[in-house]
């Protein structure tokens, strides 16, 4: 099947600082990619949904100065948590999609930050 | 809005033994239904999906059948391994449309 990959897969950072996660389709186009954020024990809560090329579209509740989503190309995608502080340490997953059919969809490894 | 439901968990069962977990939903229009299993440490993996009313989904020994009129996709297998302890999410999708998961079940299988 189709290959998401994410980058890195873990990051410790301190409070403050930023931090890049990658999300990148490995052998299709994504023509929208997802981020998702998981807290432990819990679902997964959709972030933002972005299309190659166009400003990211984010849910209710989700603050798109500290999530910056940037979509350039269409294999790869990227979330930057800015001045990232404890409350913002999660588990996010990527999935990228290359057309409207569900089973287009493809889920990233996801990725674990915690901010000290 | 769409919606779905998930027993809760932690599910604690033997080796060898029958394994369900329910699922409901809520949906306005035809979504299609899946099933996607998260191992510790490890993003989501597509077990098993179905696309209409009365398809069964199946995979490892996994399957489940999509039951329009009890809006229900519930997930069976008939002898759980130790290996199968994960977290189960239930997630539906209209087409187009983003996943809609569940609050996802905590399976330990003991040997």
């Known amino acids: 099947g189709a290959v998401v990959s994410q980058h890195p897969s873990w990051v410790i950072c301190k409070s403050g600082t930023s931090v890049k996660i990658e999300c990148r389709s490995l052998?299709?186009?994504?023509?929208?990619m997802f981020w998702y954020r998981q807290f432990p024990k819990q679902s997964l809560m959709l972030m933002a949904t972005?299309?190659?090329?166009?400003?990211?579209?984010?849910e209710q509740g989700v603050e798109k100065d500290k999530f910056l989503i940037n979509h350039a190309s269409l294999t790869l995608s990227t979330l930057t948590v800015t001045s990232a502080h404890p409350e913002d340490s999660s588990f996010y997953i990527c999935?990228?999609?290359?057309?409207?059919?569900?089973?287009?969809?493809?889920f990233g490894p996801g990725t674990r930050l915690t901010v000290l | 809005g769409n919606s779905v439901t998930q027993m809760e968990g932690p599910v604690t069962l033997s080796e060898e033994a029958f394994l369900t977990i329910n699922c409901t939903y809520t949906?306005?229009?035809?979504?299609?239904l899946f099933w996607y299993v998260q191992y510790p440490g490890e993003g989501l993996q597509l077990l098993l999906k179905?696309?209409?009313?009365?398809d069964k989904g199946s995979n490892k020994g996994f399957e489940a059948t999509y039951r329009k009129e009890t809006t229900s996709f519930h997930l069976e297998k008939g002898s759980v391994q130790v290996s199968d302890s994960a977290v189960y999410f239930c997630?539906?999708?209209?087409?187009?449309?983003?996943?809609?998961f569940g609050p996802g079940t905590r399976l330990s299988v003991l040997p």
């Open positions: 997630a539906l999708s209209d087409y187009g449309q983003n996943f809609v």
């Open positions: 179905a696309t209409k009313a009365d």
């Open positions: 972005s299309n190659e090329g166009s400003k990211a579209t984010y």
């Open positions: 052998d299709f186009q994504a023509t929208t």
């Open positions: 949906a306005t229009g035809y979504p299609s």
């Open positions: 999935s990228a999609r290359w057309g409207l059919a569900t089973d287009t969809q493809y």
